[in-house]
């Protein structure tokens, strides 16, 4: 158990629709980030939040959007949902905004199904 | 980024010493070797991370060679929970992200 979680675990949803996932980091920590794992890419960092600012983006899709709140839990927001955005959704979080031997740790995931 | 090449796949028997080499030849001075392992679908796991020396903990002991180019990890006694996909990663100090290769598939048989 990583300390990170997140829900829902699992996700159905239909084209055109908008979801919400959530992430609880570590106790401690004040870094957020997170990952898109489709079968054809592999594991995709998408976006970072430190201490509730966005620090650093990957490639996410202008119809996704993410926050970070006062407690610290992120949520990702996906919108006008495609079939291609079928994917298991990670979250990690780690202490510090970057450097040295900052280590991620990773939730279980929220596997999201667009049909 | 510093790439890694990893092999795609392996086997190993049950109880014995399992060693995940890993290439990383154009690693410059100031990026970590991490490693992570994702068993099926569930979140990537942390295992091991160094810069220099060799590193031992609870899970596995990571030797990297004098010159950084490549590293090896090892799980001591491999059990079949320890069939998983292995990712190199290679993480400068100031990066924010991790960026995941294939990785090797390995698989514990008994």
């Known amino acids: 158990d990583s300390g990170v979680t997140q829900t829902p675990k699992h996700l159905i949803t239909a084209t055109g629709q908008r979801v919400t996932l959530r992430c609880s980091p570590r106790?401690?920590?004040?870094?957020v980030y997170w990952y898109q794992q489709s079968l054809d890419q592999g594991l995709q960092f998408l976006i970072q939040?430190?201490?509730?600012?966005?620090?650093a983006k990957g490639n996410i899709l202008e119809r996704f959007s993410a926050q970070q709140f006062p407690d610290l839990h992120s949520e990702l927001n996906l919108s006008s949902l495609e079939l291609g955005d079928s994917a298991l959704y990670f979250c990690?979080?780690?202490?510090?905004?970057?450097?040295?031997?900052?280590?991620?740790?990773f939730g279980p995931g929220t596997r999201l199904t667009v049909l | 980024d510093a790439k890694t090449t990893q092999p795609p796949s392996m086997d190993c028997a049950e109880g014995r010493a399992a060693n995940l080499p890993c290439n990383h030849s154009t690693i410059s001075g100031n990026e970590y070797v991490y490693w992570y392992r994702q068993i099926h679908s569930q979140g990537p796991q942390y295992i091991i991370h160094?810069?220099?020396n060799n590193e031992t903990n609870e899970m596995a002991s990571l030797i990297i060679t004098e010159d950084r180019k490549s590293s090896t990890l090892i799980l001591p006694h491999a059990t079949l929970r320890d069939t998983a996909v292995y990712y190199c990663?290679?993480?400068?100090?100031?990066?924010?992200?991790?960026?995941f290769g294939a990785g090797t598939t390995v698989t514990v048989r008994a």
């Open positions: 990663i290679v993480f400068r100090s100031n990066d924010y992200k991790l960026s």
């Open positions: 106790s401690g920590d004040l870094s």
């Open positions: 990690a979080s780690s202490a510090r905004v970057a450097g040295g031997t900052d280590t991620q740790y």
């Open positions: 160094g810069l220099k």
């Open positions: 939040y430190y201490n509730g600012e966005e620090r």
